[in-house]
């Protein structure tokens, strides 16, 4: 059965601090692994798509890394307005339906 | 229009009755998904539509659920005779293709069911 795992589930982090977030999965497969950054009250927002391993995507302070049966989500000196949940979902099958994990929710204090 | 849009965005129903909620994806994204996302949990996936067809409605939870999608545009979820473990936020996305999705879907806010 597909499955994304993501650990840990909530990260409180001092503004600066620098620290990675996991999701695991398994899947036949792969097609796509995917982070959204989701915040209270709203959509979850794209951030990046990785498709094989080795594969890196970088976007201000994250930075986002692909191995064959996990994915880290690096972030760089945060901010507090990096305080969100970051959800991982992997693409599995030709239909573009997504399985998501249960999220990170981070919280970065000044 | 520029972002997808749901409506309503906040619906308070008493168990038993049925409830519509509406999506409108950004225009020309032919792929079109409804999740479901409970509280404090993951998003769940509902269905997929290409164009107005739905060649994947595994995830609808009973027959109580249905959707639809017409003129290539909006989307409506109906869940008849409302149970309390409906309550969630459900939310739509959609793509400019559904096997292509490089860009990742785009979401919209959701719409908040409670029923009490």
């Known amino acids: 059965e597909d499955q994304v795992t993501q650990s840990p589930e909530a990260l409180r982090l001092q503004e600066g601090e620098s620290s990675s977030l996991n999701c695991s999965y398994t899947v036949s497969g792969l097609r796509g692994l995917f982070w959204y950054r989701q915040d209270p009250g709203k959509g979850p927002e794209f951030l990046f798509t990785?498709?094989?391993a080795g594969e890196e995507k970088e976007k201000e302070r994250l930075k986002a890394t692909l191995t064959k049966k996990e994915s880290f989500l690096h972030i760089t000196a945060p901010k507090p307005e990096d305080s969100a949940t970051y959800l991982c979902?992997?693409?599995?099958?030709?239909?573009?339906?997504?399985?998501f994990g249960q999220g990170t929710t981070l919280q970065v204090k000044p | 229009g520029a972002g997808v849009s749901q409506s309503p965005s906040n619906k308070v129903t008493e168990k038993g009755k049925d409830v519509e909620l509406r999506c409108d994806p950004i225009?020309?994204?032919?792929?079109l998904y409804w999740y479901r996302q409970r509280l404090g949990q993951g998003l769940e996936f509902l269905i997929y539509?290409?164009?107005?067809?739905?060649?994947?409605k595994s995830g609808l939870p009973s027959d109580r659920f249905s959707a639809e999608r017409t003129g290539e545009s909006v989307s409506t979820l109906t869940i008849q005779r409302t149970q309390q473990e409906d309550s969630a936020v459900y939310l739509c996305a959609s793509s400019l293709g559904g096997t292509g999705i490089r860009s990742g879907y785009t979401f919209g806010s959701g719409t908040r069911l409670t029923v009490v």
């Open positions: 539509f290409q164009g107005n067809s739905a060649p994947d």
């Open positions: 225009s020309g994204h032919t792929a």
């Open positions: 990785l498709y094989s």
């Open positions: 979902a992997v693409q599995a099958g030709n239909t573009g339906k997504l399985i």
